[in-house]
Nanobody, 126 residues
Framework: QVQLVESGGGLVQPGGSLTLSCTAS????????IGWFRQAPGKEREGVSC????????WYADSVKGRFTISRDNAQNTVYLRINNLEPEDTAVYYC???????????????????WGQGTQVTVSS
């Protein structure tokens, strides 16, 4: 069974850091592009970062450039999202998603991702 599981969320003070993990089971994550998305209360889900397959090309939304870093460890079947200098505006449920076919690069938007995790809550508050 194909499954993605996010972890690493929590309550963090402004300026703090978190590393979110997206671990796959039932398939080898390294062959596919992975996207990280977030949905804040009352807002639509938005893409924040994505990473291509073994070539590991990356994309970041303008709003997170310089603070978010996406990486992958194919041996661990896991993609990470490191978030530094957290801001209250980063409060959201964070989701990872995978394509189900090999593509060049990765998709900044939801279109093209077929497998989704259940999300992990990140709350930034003092």
């Amino acid at each position: 069974q194909v499954q993605l599981v996010e972890s690493g969320g929590g309550l963090v003070q402004p300026g703090g850091s978190l590393t979110l993990s997206c671990t796959a089971s039932g398939f080898s994550l390294g062959y596919y592009a992975i996207g990280w998305f977030r949905q804040a209360p009352g807002k639509e889900r938005e893409g924040v970062s994505c990473i291509s397959d073994f070539e590991s090309g990356t994309w970041y939304a303008d709003s997170v450039k310089g603070r978010f870093t996406i990486s992958r460890d194919n041996a661990q079947n896991t993609v990470y999202l490191r978030i530094n200098n957290l801001e209250p505006e980063d409060t959201a449920v964070y989701y990872c998603a995978s394509t189900s076919s090999r593509i060049i690069g990765c998709y900044p938007s939801e279109n093209g991702y077929t497998h989704w995790g259940q999300g992990t809550q990140v709350t930034v508050s003092s």
